[in-house]
T-cell receptor, first 108, second 117 residues
Framework: GQSLEQPSEVTAVEGAIVQINCTYQTSGFYGLSWYQQHDGGAPTFLSYNALDGLEETGRFSSFLSRSDSYGYLLLQELQMKDSASYFCAVYTGNQFYFGTGTSLTVIP | GAVVSQHPSRVICKSGTSVKIECRSLDFQATTMFWYRQFPKKSLMLMATSNEGSKATYEQGVEKDKFLINHASLTLSTLTVTSAHPEDSSFYIC?????????????FGSGTRLTVV
């Protein structure tokens, strides 16, 4: 089976940095993705890591350690619009399986 | 960029009736599409993988006779919730991958909120 764990809720101050962790146990692993979902909306793609290390895309960075079955999403210079749910997702080569999701609240 | 259109966005139906949800890839061909279900404040649960021209592959615990999937063309997959009951009320989302993109990111439809009364 597939298991992806994330913290359920995180609160951070506008302008700060926040890290959302993801640990996974899956049968088959090609890479780890991160998606953002605002209330009532569709998930939108943020990043994909196939290899160990840090990938940076603007204010968002994503890290993967395959040996530790662990990754994280780093959000810098937080803005109010970053308040949303964030999901990690493992790509098995055929499908994506999603984590439990982290609700991020950015406060002034 | 890759666009996936999902229709309808909201539907309310009576218990016992069937509802069809469409998922279209607008600017690319998708041999494979995926159907997810999401409960409020919960994660996306993969229901099935829809394959063009062949039978869908269902995840464990998903009733294939309840959730009928048809992928008749390279740009259209449909999910039909048959004999809907209130417990089928949920947010259903489809996704597809444009193989021309490099990042393995799948594009999602806007979702369908189904309410069974």
């Amino acid at each position: 089976g597939q298991s992806l764990e994330q913290p359920s809720e995180v609160t951070a101050v506008e302008g700060a940095i926040v890290q959302i962790n993801c640990t996974y146990q899956t049968s088959g692993f090609y890479g780890l993705s991160w998606y953002q979902q605002h209330d009532g909306g569709a998930p939108t793609f943020l990043s994909y890591n196939a290899l160990d290390g840090l990938e940076e895309t603007g204010r968002f960075s994503s890290f993967l350690s395959r040996s530790d079955s662990y990754g994280y999403l780093l959000l810098q210079e937080l803005q109010m619009k970053d308040s949303a749910s964030y999901f990690c997702a493992v790509y098995t080569g055929n499908q994506f399986y999603f984590g439990t999701g982290t609700s991020l609240t950015v406060i002034p | 960029g890759a666009v996936v259109s999902q229709h309808p966005s909201r539907v309310i139906c009576k218990s016992g009736t069937s509802v069809k949800i469409e998922c279209r890839s607008l600017d690319f061909q998708a041999t494979t599409m995926f159907w997810y279900r999401q409960f409020p404040k919960k994660s996306l649960m993969l229901m099935a993988t829809s394959n063009e021209g062949s039978k869908a592959t269902y995840e464990q615990g998903v009733e294939k006779d309840k959730f009928l999937i048809n992928h008749a063309s390279l740009t259209l997959s449909t999910l039909t919730v048959t004999s809907a009951h209130p417990e089928d009320s949920s947010f259903y989302i489809c996704s597809a991958r444009d193989h021309g993109r490099l990042h393995h990111g799948y594009t999602f439809g806007s979702g369908t909120r189904l309410t069974v009364v």
